[in-house]
Structure formats: structure tokens, C-alpha cells
């Protein structure tokens, strides 16, 4: 299982695989900023794994379940949703 917003592994870690940790912080900063600079825009603003907004947790005891091969696959699809070669969903919204 995948869980989502925060690292869930703590609940069951039997179970849980990782998380796709969801950085709360990072809209609350950047509308802050952009109110700041007076750039913010009234529309729906989307942040992913290419913005920041989402980042993949640990595998815990999954860790060694899991070859290297299937990490490098991971690593590499999420280096290829941040260089735009991958489309990049789902997205935080704020």
C-alpha cells in the first residue's frame, strides 16, 4: 500500500510501502511570496513532484524488499516528472 499527505508508515508498517508526502508548507509560502511581489493571480495554482509539492517518503521495513532496480526506476521517473519528460499528476492545488 501507498499511502498520502504524510508519511503513514508508523500506522502499519507492516503495510505501507511509502508515502507520497504532500509539502503543505510549500503553497502557504509561495502564495505568500507571490502576495508579497504582487504577482499573485486569482486561478487555481497546481504543484507536483517537478514543483516541490509532493515528494515520496521512505520504503521503511520495506526498504529491503524492494531491489535497487526498482529504486532506480522510481528515482529515475520522478527525475524524469521533474525535467517535464513525465507528465507530472497528480498536482497539490492552491
Known sequence: MIG???DTAAFAPDTIVTTVVVN????????????????LE???????????????????????????EKKRRIIQLIADIKNGQVADMPKLRF
Open 4 to 6: 498520502t499527505f504524510f
Open 24 to 39: 503543505f508548507d510549500l503553497p502557504l509560502v509561495t502564495a505568500i511570496q507571490q502576495i508579497l511581489e504582487g504577482k
Open 42 to 68: 486569482p486561478k487555481v495554482h497546481l504543484l507536483g513532484f517537478g514543483d516541490g509539492g509532493l515528494e515520496l517518503a521512505s520504503y521503511g521495513k520495506f526498504d529491503g524488499k524492494i531491489s535497487e
